[in-house]
């Protein structure tokens, strides 16, 4: 129920009719799995900790991407919402619709260490990502010599490339970040052999 309470923006009640429960009923259960979900995502979704974790997760992404010292692959979507009542401009994103702008971090499972999803879907990757905790844990060097490898597209020309973030000084970016970051450059477009499409 919670998940197609999420999944089609429906009203509780409507849900509440097609399980045939009280609408508060309805709004207890979609409440009670919500806590649940984020207790275990803040348990389980986590950037390698200790040496040894960070080690495995390094030889991994290195096995896919011939890259050393990556410790996770980042990107940002676009999440579609119904539009708010409140600040809805705030949430229509480049492509004109109503979104979430999501940055995900994932490991060489697939399966995600770090994410952040308060941000509207006007914002652009390089504020979530200067906004998040995640930067400030990597500005502290909480992680050492490790970097995050970007999965990005290029704009409006939509070539796949990855891209390599490191954190040199106060953050990461790339050229059209602002100028509280360094570098970033593109270091090779994505092809029907790249790991990305397999």
């Given at each position: 129920m919670t998940f197609r309470f999420y999944a089609s923006g429906s009203f509780q009640s409507v849900l509440a009719d097609t399980y045939g429960l009280t609408q508060g009923c309805v709004s207890r259960v979609i409440n009670r799995v919500k806590d649940v979900l984020y207790t275990a995502s803040l348990r389980e979704t986590r950037i390698p900790r200790g040496l040894e974790e960070a080690r495995v997760t390094k030889r991994k992404l290195y096995g896919i991407a011939n890259f050393p010292n990556v410790?996770?692959?980042?990107?940002?979507?676009?999440?579609?919402?119904?539009?708010?009542?409140?600040?809805?401009?705030?949430?229509?994103?480049?492509?004109?619709?109503?979104?979430?702008?999501?940055?995900?971090?994932?490991n060489a499972d697939y399966i995600f260490q770090d994410y952040c999803c308060r941000s509207p879907g006007s914002t652009y990757d390089s504020f979530v990502w200067e906004n998040s905790i995640l930067n400030r844990r990597f500005q502290r060097g909480e992680f050492g010599d490790a970097f995050l490898l970007v999965f990005g597209d290029r704009g409006s020309g939509g070539d796949e490339i990855w891209r390599f973030w490191m954190p040199l000084g106060p953050g990461l970016g790339e050229a059209g970040f602002d100028g509280s970051v360094t570098s970033m450059s593109p270091v090779a477009k994505s092809s029907s052999s790249s790991p990305v499409n397999k």
């Open positions: 410790i996770g692959i980042i990107d940002g979507t676009h999440i579609p919402i119904a539009a708010p009542p409140v600040d809805e401009e705030l949430y229509i994103n480049r492509k004109n619709f109503h979104s979430l702008n999501i940055q995900v971090v994932c």
